[in-house]
């Protein structure tokens, strides 16, 4: 009997050895994957850490980038209104009335691309404009130069959701300043009234489609040389070739320009 008692106080004793043992060993498991836990926290913080200080120098960056393009629109448009008004006050010293409206011809260019930096330099997106609203404040400016009557002369401007970038925005705004101002000029005779309608499309990404037309009297057929073009026709010309675009002009009822040019891809803004 004492045999058996001895036995079964014996396996109890292991039992309770391997009890203790078994929750040592689990403790030290416990406390093991707690550390890992822990150090895995612990580098996952750090990590978190270093990538909100890396976002918050990126914005930093992209901020004080922004700020600098700011600044060099804002200085650009300020150059280009200098030279405006240089070219205003050249006319005070110009007695031949051909010199007078060459200047003015010349101001107007100069204020249809500092109209460009302006829009750009209050707007969030700095990459690209509104044309639709570009080419309202380019007209609205030919209607004040050349002391036109929106009354007499109606203008029908069709634009959609159009962005451009300067690269764009630049040479269509200078080809559409050359075909209205010709349009102020010469499409109509004294205090005749009369329309002109510009239309811009983009049928796709890879194309701007540009009309100007009007119901005057008619232009008529532009020389094919050159030489015998005059300095904004020839300048449409160039500046169509430099985009390995088109034009096509048709006098048949008042005149149209129609010109299709390849507009080169813009980068996506960073968000």
């Known amino acids: 009997m004492h045999g058996s008692f001895f036995f079964v106080v014996l396996w109890i004793v292991v039992l309770l050895v391997a009890i203790v043992l078994g929750y040592l060993q689990q403790n030290r498991m416990v406390k093991r994957k707690t550390a890992e836990l822990r150090r895995e926290l612990f580098e996952r913080q750090m990590a978190e850490k270093e990538l909100l200080a890396s976002d918050q120098k990126l914005r930093q960056s992209l901020a004080e980038k922004e700020s600098l393009l700011k600044e060099i629109h804002h200085r650009v448009k ?3 209104q200098i030279v405006s008004s240089l070219l205003y006050l050249q006319e005070d010293y ?4 051909k010199g007078v409206d060459i200047l003015r011809e010349s101001q107007n260019r100069v204020k249809s691309m500092a109209l460009i930096h302006e829009q750009l330099y209050g707007t969030a997106d700095l990459a690209k404009i509104d044309f639709g609203r570009y080419i309202e404040g380019l007209t609205a400016n030919l209607f004040d130069a050349y002391g036109i009557d929106p009354d007499r002369i109606r203008l029908n401007v069709r634009t959609g959701d159009i962005a451009l970038g300067v690269d764009m925005a630049v040479p ?3 080809i559409i300043n050359e075909l209205v101002s010709n349009a102020l000029k010469h499409a109509f005779l004294p205090d005749a009234s009369g329309t002109i309608d510009i239309a811009i499309q983009t049928p796709d990404t890879g194309r701007i489609e540009m009309v100007v037309a009007d119901d005057g009297i008619g232009l008529t057929e532009p020389p094919a040389d050159a ?5 904004g026709l020839r300048l449409i010309d160039t500046l169509t070739a430099q985009l390995d675009g088109t034009l096509v002009i048709n006098t048949e009822k008042g005149t149209r320009f129609s010109i299709t040019l390849n507009a080169p891809e813009q980068p996506e803004k960073e968000s």
């Open 78 to 80: 300020n150059n280009l």
């Open 227 to 231: 030489e015998k073009k005059s300095l």
């Open 94 to 97: 110009m007695t031949d009335p």
């Open 172 to 174: 269509c705004g200078l």
